[in-house]
């Protein structure tokens, strides 16, 4: 890593945008950039729940035992009929399963051994209208790739975005190398930012990491027709959330979009090869796996054959995404849709009397109770799920601040949701702020908050109030 306050030389006149303010923690097992020994990955899943704005009980036009190829439809969403989502494997749908109140909770597929596509006619996004791409890729089932700010929705066919962004790095414990995921998919990625300017009334925003000694891949530095802007910080500077603040908030009523890089390839895809391709590149990390890497599979693959090949202990915790902000994940169930990394880390249900007073182990840390923090900043350290204490009384603090690079009140805003006061929550900046971008709030507190799980209450209140 460079200096904090130091321009890279590959930098060159581009814009850069220096942030203090964050947090690194350093964890073992971060993957190497080779590919593991191939996991048999038989069944695959999409889930309903994983795309905000979606009804809960969506209209399922396939049934169990049905041959489907991939980029075949497997449901609509009935408030939306145009809303089409399709299924990223060939092969046969092996169930169809509910959850709380019979809402779809996923629809697995069974993957043929060669994956055979769908072939779309896809037009030429330069002599068509936007209306039409629109309905194209509606109707092909790219569409609920895009999130739609404020809130991370499926974005509504009617609005046009002021910008699009997209971030090229990851910046959260034990994250994927994008410029290890990106390698020989650059004409593809290009392809797919081409689409995506045909679809805003501004700019397409790419985030590129100046933390490093070596520039960013090809594809990222070389693509055109983009606005290109790097971060040089601790996490969390590859948030979109956060390059979204810095480059251009969201102010009033206007929307922007996220679109992740492996979704940008699928669209690409789409529009050079005619078919939907979900596949995907998958970091395995952790200290439970024997030798951290990444795997190739597609969109919604199983959770328990991902890390079965890897998997050191089975008396882990398995997480769909990153230990801060993802999901822990049971025998059975499946990677969420905009995942790239599978995280294992050991378990953690015991109780450390004083543990806060009498220091046992090395361990990550924002405050200075731990030597951990002055002696060898850059060490990787061994963490698990434990919560080293309990849920007590909201303590207002400044520390909140330290770790979010926004100009924001975290606990003014948690507060607002906390008590229900709409017209102060929107005051406090509810719409700029996703849930990721307050995982590191929620890492810190002595109060042992839950961050993220009030700011998803209250973008669930905003978008009742719509």
Not at 15 to 36: M, R, V
Not at 134 to 156: A, H, N, T, Y
Not at 342 to 349: A, C, D, Q, R
Request: net charge neutral; proline share 6%.
């Amino acid at each position: 890593m460079l200096g904090a306050n130091k321009k890279p030389a590959y930098v060159g006149s581009n814009k850069i945008i220096l942030l203090k303010k964050g947090l690194n923690i350093n964890i073992k097992g971060k993957a190497e950039n080779t590919f593991i020994e191939e996991a048999i990955i038989e069944n695959f899943a999409i889930q309903p729940g994983n795309f905000r704005g979606v009804v809960p009980i969506p209209k399922v036009v396939v049934n169990p035992g049905d041959k489907i190829l991939a980029g075949d439809l497997l449901f609509y969403d009935k408030k939306r009929p145009d809303l089409k989502f399709v299924s990223p494997v060939s092969g046969t749908v092996k169930a169809i399963n509910r959850g709380a109140r019979r809402s779809i909770k996923e629809i697995v597929i069974t993957k043929d051994e060669k994956i055979k596509y769908k072939k779309f006619n896809s037009p030429n996004p330069d002599n068509i209208s936007r209306e039409d791409l629109v309905d194209f890729m509606l109707e092909s089932g790219v569409w609920p790739l895009i999130k739609q700010r404020p809130f991370d929705l499926v974005p509504d066919k009617e609005i046009v975005p002021q910008n699009i962004f997209i971030s090229t790095f990851d910046s959260s414990p034990l994250a994927p190398d994008y410029n290890f995921i990106i390698n020989g998919k650059e004409n593809v990625f290009q392809k797919g930012l081409e689409v995506l300017t045909k679809l805003t009334s501004g700019k397409v925003f790419l985030g590129l990491d100046a933390n490093n000694k070596y520039p960013p891949a090809d594809a990222f530095t070389k693509a055109q027709n983009v606005e290109k802007v790097y971060f040089k910080g601790p996490h969390p500077s590859g948030n979109t959330g956060i390059q979204i603040h810095h480059l251009a908030p969201i102010r009033g009523a206007n929307k922007v979009w996220t679109v992740g890089i492996q979704e940008v390839i699928t669209i690409g895809n789409l529009f050079l090869n005619n078919i939907y391709d979900a596949s995907r590149i998958i970091a395995i990390v952790g200290e439970d796996i024997e030798t951290p890497g990444y795997i190739n599979t597609y969109l919604g693959a199983d959770i328990t054959e991902s890390v079965r090949v890897c998997l050191k202990d089975s008396k882990c915790r398995v997480i769909s995404g990153n230990v801060l902000t993802g999901e822990t994940k049971e025998y059975g169930e499946f990677l969420n849709a905009f995942d790239y990394m599978i995280s294992v880390i050991p378990t953690g249900n015991y109780f450390e009397p004083f543990g806060w007073f009498i220091p046992k182990k090395s361990r990550p840390t924002f405050s200075k109770t731990f030597l951990s923090k002055w002696i060898n900043p850059g060490k990787t350290y061994s963490v698990d799920t434990n919560m080293h204490g309990q849920e007590r009384a909201f303590v207002a603090t400044g520390i909140y601040k330290e770790v979010l690079p926004m100009d924001i009140y975290p606990v003014h805003l948690m507060k607002a949701i906390l008590a229900g006061d709409i017209e102060k929550m929107e005051g406090l900046g509810i719409n700029e702020v996703a849930e990721e971008d307050v995982a590191l709030c929620e890492f810190i507190c002595p109060s042992k908050q839950e961050f993220q799980a009030i700011l998803r209450d209250g973008h669930r209140m905003m978008i009742e109030q719509e």
